[in-house]
């Protein structure tokens, strides 16, 4: 059994949404280390974050202009969780992971069959319930967009 670290809870925070050509993504920060996470690991997701949007087009399903990012700082490195949403209410999902080094490079862990942790389900849980109240449940899904852009998860949990 790997080594066991007993439950903590850890800073949840938003950090901002992201515009990249007519793409919005939200940001998050988890860390069992500080408030938020290092910006090293924000600056390098941000500039891969182009190449790992292409993913979108793996399924051939219709998809949205926005998605989630989450940074998490772990006790080996740091993780990137991005996901968005995909035929109206299927979440479509990848992971990446960087050691701790001074210059971060993340690498695809999701083909291994990795999604998400426990703090990162807190973030997937939130988010459902955005997408389900301000786009499934709208008379007008489009303008739901953007209220669901407006809807952050800031907690420890």
Same mark, same amino acid.
Request: aromatic share 14%.
């Given at each position: *059994? %790997?080594?066991?670290?007993?439950? @903590?809870? /850890?800073?949840?925070?938003?950090?901002?949404?992201? %515009?990249? =050509?007519?793409? $919005?993504?939200?940001? #998050?920060?988890?860390?069992?280390?500080?408030?938020?996470?290092?910006?090293?690991?924000?600056? $390098?997701?941000?500039?891969?974050?182009?190449?790992?949007?292409?993913?979108?087009?793996?399924? =051939?399903?219709?998809?949205?202009?926005?998605?989630?990012?989450?940074? @998490?700082? =772990?006790?080996? =490195?740091?993780?990137?969780?991005?996901?968005?949403?995909?035929?109206?209410? *299927?979440?479509?999902?990848?992971? #990446?992971?960087?050691? #701790?080094? %001074?210059?971060?490079?993340? $690498?695809?862990?999701?083909?291994?069959?990795?999604?998400?942790?426990?703090?990162?389900?807190?973030?997937?849980?939130?988010? /459902?319930?955005?997408?389900?109240?301000?786009?499934? *449940?709208?008379?007008?899904?489009?303008?739901?967009?953007? /209220? #669901?852009?407006? @809807? @952050?998860?800031?907690?420890?949990?």
């Amino acid at each position: *059994m %790997a080594d066991f670290t007993p439950y @903590h809870p /850890r800073p949840i925070s938003f950090l901002e949404v992201i %515009a990249l =050509g007519n793409e $919005r993504i939200k940001l #998050y920060s988890i860390s069992c280390k500080n408030d938020v996470v290092d910006k090293c690991f924000i600056h $390098r997701a941000k500039a891969q974050l182009g190449e790992w949007l292409n993913n979108k087009n793996l399924t =051939g399903l219709p998809v949205y202009e926005v998605a989630t990012l989450i940074l @998490h700082e =772990g006790k080996d =490195g740091c993780f990137a969780v991005l996901f968005w949403w995909t035929d109206e209410n *299927m979440l479509q999902l990848f992971a #990446y992971f960087s050691e #701790y080094t %001074a210059a971060p490079n993340f $690498r695809l862990i999701s083909d291994k069959g990795l999604v998400s942790c426990v703090w990162e389900m807190a973030v997937l849980w939130f988010e /459902r319930q955005a997408w389900v109240k301000e786009v499934l *449940m709208a008379p007008h899904p489009t303008d739901g967009l953007s /209220r #669901y852009l407006t @809807h @952050h998860l800031n907690e420890d949990v």
